[in-house]
């Protein structure tokens, strides 16, 4: 915990998405996937967000984006270093302050070869240099960037994307589970590279459910359930039997882990 | 490569002797009469002449032993001669091709640019009104039929304006060397017309479908996410994306073009390949018939593989399996 300034960069309050739905024709009805979400990033600092799938994670980073399908409907407060985020203000900060590396390698196009993806949005006279310095960071052969993403293995594509985040003058890293499928070695590479986004002075915003691998990198991590904040703890406060963590939920959520005494509740339940 | 080609020669020769079969079954068992339509409305013909034309022609024998001689000759590059123009059947397809190749390659360019952009604009703006006219414009069109867009223009711009003339490739009553460019430009533009407006409507609403998918992938949402503005979008991944299906499609278009234009050269009197078809069909003049049936399945055949071949060199994911 790096930080003692007033403004935080981000700061995400009472966010409420719903889509509108047809149900029977004509009968429209709003569903709402999140209902009560609160984050808040500093910088040089990392936040690990953490929830099951489904519980909402990965709407939080497409609304900070402003990457929502057309359908949604959003309230609440989003700021981003003290001004309101607008849809025109997100239109101009993504790609260059906020970036955001996404959780499948679906997100790289099919026809496009993957070098050439990675020069997108950086300066056209030094973008190739740029990109293979990158690919030489992140363990990519220099020929690589001549391939299609078909033509590359899911851990590559992961470093491909990985590739694409990294511009100059970010200050937010939104990354939406970065680290599934991925080998240890690059898995630690990852997070290096998450650290260092942090130390460089940028926030990172890290989505996952590898709450361990977060663990190792993260300042304070945010738990969600359901849509909802349900607790906002250090990082340090995630050890032991959990004691300090202030929700039965998270306390659960952090026995039930393999490493911990796992099998505990259901000892217990299964007793009586 | 070289083993798909081969593969697909083969496959165009099987089409062509399946196709020859077909159609000579077919007027075997029409009430046509060569030998009627050959001596058309000459009644003086004495029964014993009609039985000469028929021993002459082979009309007594067989249907299978009159196929194997009507299909050797074919092989020989012999198409017969045409009962009602009195001259070799690959002369006049030729003549009359060319005349349509004009009128049909204007068209399909014309409707391949003209669709794919009113289609792509639709799609980027989905929602908003340019995009409700575009589809209101194109539901309207695409079910319009095509000898009726070409009476409608006839009406309103040879008739009611008189800016164009109402038929014919050339000014009737003008000897061929005196026929001017400009005259014969003035007589393409109507039918031209016609066959883009409806074709063009046809791919905008293919083209629109296409790119909503395209733009509707993570990976335009990714793209949207790096801050690319809308035209970086369209230039760096729509394009790329589409214009795949859409050739594919404007190809494959070939055959309905053909049918399209075999219509509106009706309606405008345009002697194309089309028209004489028509001609051919309606008299009995059975070799020139069958000529241009097979000769117009070659040129959709040849539309469907330039499609194929094209894809795979857009798509670089076919290319591993030729």
Known sequence: M????????????????????????????????IADM???????????????SGSGKSLLAHAVLGILPSNAIFSGKMLYRGEELTPARMEKLRGREISFIPQSVNYLDPLMRVGRQVQIGLDPRTARAQQEKLFLQYGLQKNDGRLFPFELSGGMLRRVLFATSVREGVRLVIADEPTPGIHPQALSEILRQLKQF??????????????ISALEIADRVAVIKDGATVEISEASAFEGNGERLKTEYTQRLWRALPQNDFDLEFKREAVR | MTKSIVFRFIRVITLLIGLSILTFSLIHLSP??????????DSSASPEQIEKFKAYWGVNKSPVEQYFTWAGALLQGNFGTSLLYRSPVLDIIQSRFLTSLALMGVAWVLSGVIGYLLGTVAAMNRGKTIDKIIKWYSYTLVSTPIFWMGLILLIVFAVWLKWFPVGLAVPAGVLESDVRFIDRIHHFVLPVLTLSILGGSNIAMH??????????????VFAKARGESSWQIFKNHGVRNSIHPAISLQFAYFGELFGGSMLAEQVFAYPGLGSTLTTAGLNGDLPLMVGIILISSLFVFTGNLIADLLNKIVDPRVKGAM
Do not use: C, W
């Open chain 2, 32 to 41: 046509m009469d060569p030998v009627n339509a050959y001596i058309g409305g």
């Open chain 2, 207 to 220: 083209t629109r479908e296409k790119m909503i998918d395209i733009l509707n992938t993570e990976f335009i």
């Open chain 1, 38 to 52: 609160h984050v808040e990033i500093n910088e040089g600092e990392i936040v690990a967000v953490v929830g099951a």
């Open chain 1, 2 to 33: 790096s930080n003692v300034q007033t403004k935080p960069l981000l700061q995400v309050d009472h966010l409420s998405i719903g889509f509108s739905q047809y149900v029977k024709g004509t009968q429209k009805r709003i569903i709402h996937p």
């Open chain 1, 198 to 211: 942090a130390e460089d002075g940028a926030g990172v915003m890290l989505i996952t459910h590898d709450i």
